[in-house]
Structure formats: C-alpha cells, structure tokens
C-alpha cells in the first residue's frame, strides 16, 4: 500500500507536540469548567428534584474533569519533553532572528469622563410577612390508616399546574399558573425521592382557606420519580379565585403551590324537580253478573163443567155430581238473593218474559145417558 507522504520526509517537533497536548488540554479545561458552571446554574432554576439532582451531577463531573485536565497540562509541560528527550536526542535546528517590533508612541488618553448618574433609592422596603406552617386538619389526619413511619428525609420538588399529563413521562402539557375558566381537569405534578412505600401522604386542595378536595392514602410509588395529584370537579364548581394545594408526609407539611383561576365559572344545569306521578285508581271490575229473578208463571187450572140434558121419562134418581181433582197450582218459587258486587252496580237490561197465552178449553163433557125405564107387561 503506497502512502501519500514520505515518512523519511515528515519531521517531528518534540516541543511544538507538547505545546499543541498542553493548548488541548487548557481548552478543554476552560470549556469543562464553563459547562459545569451552566449545568450547575441551569439545575437551580428546576422544578423536579430528579432532574436538579441529574443536572447538579453532571456539573460537577465536569468541574472534576476541568481539574484532571489541568493537572494533566501542568505533567505535561514539566515532563514530557525531558522524557521524550530520553528517548529521541534533539537535533539543533536553526533559530529564527527575532525582528524589530515598532511600539507606538502616542497614546490615546480620553478627554471626556462620563459622569455616574443618580441612582434612585426605594424610599419604602416591603417586609415579607411570616407565613404560617400548613397543619393537617384533625378530621383528615383521623383518617390515616398507614402503620409505616414516614421518612423524614422525604422531598418534593416545586408543584406544577397543568390541565394536561403526558402518561408515558408524566411530564406536564401547557403548564401555567393562571388558568381561565371553563376549567376541567386540574394536575400539580412533582417529583420525589426518600418515599416509603406504605407510608401516609396527603395532597388538600383549597380556594382561598375552604378545603375544597383532599387526598390520603399509603404510599405506592417507590423511592424516587415523578407523580402528581389531581382533581376533576364539574365545571361550574371552579370558581374564580386563588388556590393551593398543600402536600404532607405522614402529618408533616413538605410542600406547597399555588395557582389563579380567573373568568366566571360555567352556570350549573338545572336541577330537575320532583314531580308527582298521578296514581290510577282502580275503577272496580264486576266479577259476578247478576242473575235475574225469575218471575212466577201462573199456571191456569181448567175445571170440567158437568151439565145434564133433561130426557123423556121418569125421573131417575140423579146420581150425585162426581167429584172432580181440582189440581192445586205449582208453587212459586222463592226468589234467590243475589249478591250485588261491591263495585258500582250494573244494571242488567229486564228480560221480556212472555206471558203465556190462555188455551181455551174445548174439551166437551161427555153426557151419559142413562137407560130409560123399560115399562112392565
């Protein structure tokens, strides 16, 4: 394989070498420092404790390296070249003649001195006022049924609002601290390290000083990451004004937070009213038809007249009139009682009885006559 220099024409400075690792390794010290110091201001302005405490890592890894990098330079330049010497003897080589550097003589001095202006001073100093610490109220911290101890090294970082959460980082989506009404969903998310699981944690929310949602359960998130609290009322409930959500650790206060609500609150629904539901009366059913009573029918009784022919001769004895069965007429049957429901009564339509038509008795008496008297001889 043919190279595209000579090496036996390629001419290597032992101190230029030195110089360049020791310019490299300054370089590299100062930009180590100015990133450390970066990383190390920028995790003062986060909110999260794990991403401070990611960020505060790195800076000073880098402020670390910064030193490695000066102790290296300062090797370099005390004892690389006497040991490259050892092993490589320098050559003389011939040295450049110093030339002539003209320095100025005329100096430029200003004539004109600006003047410091006055600086105002505030004639009144805000005192900041004592904030009191959060206590857990008492009806709440009855309720506490966790028997592990809480870890009093426990941290949050600074709550975060937002009406949104990314569920896989659970990072906040458009976070803010005034928020316009209609207003939804809410979430104050945090980060935490030093947690117990088991232990009791409390999130109270509240508008103004009325305690108008409140969390408390044992602890299941692990040690340390990102969690949040939240609360989802009707909309007409988030009234405007300024709330706060205060996080505790068993019965200790940790951390707080705070956000505006501005816009007049949706107007609820109405309620419905309670109508009364008219109730059927049962309009009673006849369940027995009355039976009609039925009237008698007179039964006609037909007597046989007996009526006697005078005949021609001596009179015989007149044989009595036979006694006719005079048949006595059937009895009338009673009328049966009946039993009229309850109910409004029902007339039942009268039937038309028939009267029986009268048979006009033709029968014909049978006269018998009796045998005439013979006279004697």
């Keep these: 394989m043919e190279l595209p220099f000579d090496l036996d024409s390629l001419s290597l400075d032992i101190h230029a070498a030195v110089q360049v690792a020791i310019i490299l390794a300054i370089a590299g010290l100062l930009i180590s420092v100015w990133l450390g110091i970066r990383s190390i201001r920028k995790a003062r302005t986060l909110r999260f404790f794990r991403m401070r405490r990611d960020s505060m890592v790195r800076g000073w890894r880098l402020l670390f390296f910064a030193i490695f990098l000066g102790i290296f330079a300062f090797v370099i330049s005390r004892y690389a070249e006497p040991v490259a010497y050892s092993f490589f003897p320098p050559t003389p080589t011939a040295s450049q003649t110093p030339t002539i550097t003209i320095t100025p003589s005329i100096t430029i001095t200003p004539s004109i001195t600006l003047t410091p202006t006055i600086t105002l001073t505030p004639s009144v100093t805000d005192t900041p006022t004592v904030t009191p610490t959060p206590n857990l109220p008492s009806e709440i911290e009855s309720q506490i049924e966790s028997i592990v101890t809480p870890n009093p090294d426990a941290i949050f970082s600074q709550l975060i609002f937002s009406q949104g959460i990314d569920q896989d980082s659970y990072q906040p989506l458009?976070?803010?601290?005034?928020?316009?009404?209609?207003?939804?969903?809410?979430?104050?998310?945090?980060?935490?390290?030093?947690?117990?699981?088991?232990?009791?944690?409390?999130?109270?929310?509240?508008?103004?000083?009325?305690?108008?949602?409140?969390?408390?359960?044992?602890?299941?998130?692990?040690?340390?990451?990102?969690?949040?609290?939240?609360?989802?009322?009707?909309?007409?409930?988030?009234?405007?004004?300024?709330?706060?959500?205060?996080?505790?650790?068993?019965?200790?206060?940790?951390?707080?937070?705070?956000?505006?609500?501005?816009?007049?609150?949706?107007?609820?629904?109405?309620?419905?009213?309670?109508?009364?539901?008219?109730?059927?009366?049962?309009?009673?059913?006849?369940?027995?038809?009355?039976?009609?009573?039925?009237?008698?029918?007179?039964?006609?009784?037909?007597?046989?007249?007996?009526?006697?022919?005078?005949?021609?001769?001596?009179?015989?004895?007149?044989?009595?009139?036979?006694?006719?069965?005079?048949?006595?007429?059937?009895?009338?049957?009673?009328?049966?009682?009946?039993?009229?429901?309850?109910?409004t009564p029902v007339t039942p339509t009268p039937t038309k009885t028939r009267w029986p038509t009268a048979i006009p008795d033709t029968r014909t008496p049978t006269i018998t006559r009796q045998p005439s008297a013979t006279p004697s001889p």
Excluded at 321 to 326: C, I, K
Aim: net charge negative; no cysteine; hydrophobic share 25%.
């Design 174 to 343: 458009n976070p803010g601290e005034v928020f316009q009404n209609p207003i939804g969903h809410m979430y104050a998310l945090f980060s935490y390290d030093g947690m117990l699981n088991g232990s009791q944690w409390s999130a109270l929310w509240y508008r103004g000083t009325e305690l108008v949602f409140f969390e408390s359960e044992p602890w299941d998130g692990g040690t340390g990451g990102f969690g949040f609290t939240d609360w989802n009322p009707e909309p007409w409930q988030w009234l405007p004004g300024e709330y706060e959500v205060q996080i505790f650790v068993g019965t200790a206060w940790n951390i707080s937070g705070r956000f505006l609500v501005e816009g007049e609150a949706p107007t609820p629904p109405p309620s419905p009213t309670a109508s009364r539901t008219p109730t059927s009366t049962p309009v009673p059913t006849s369940t027995r038809t009355p039976t009609p009573t039925p009237t008698p029918t007179p039964t006609r009784t037909s007597t046989p007249t007996l009526t006697l022919t005078p005949t021609f001769g001596p009179s015989p004895t007149p044989l009595p009139p036979t006694a006719t069965n005079t048949q006595e007429p059937a009895p009338t049957p009673s009328p049966t009682k009946t039993r009229w429901p309850t109910a």
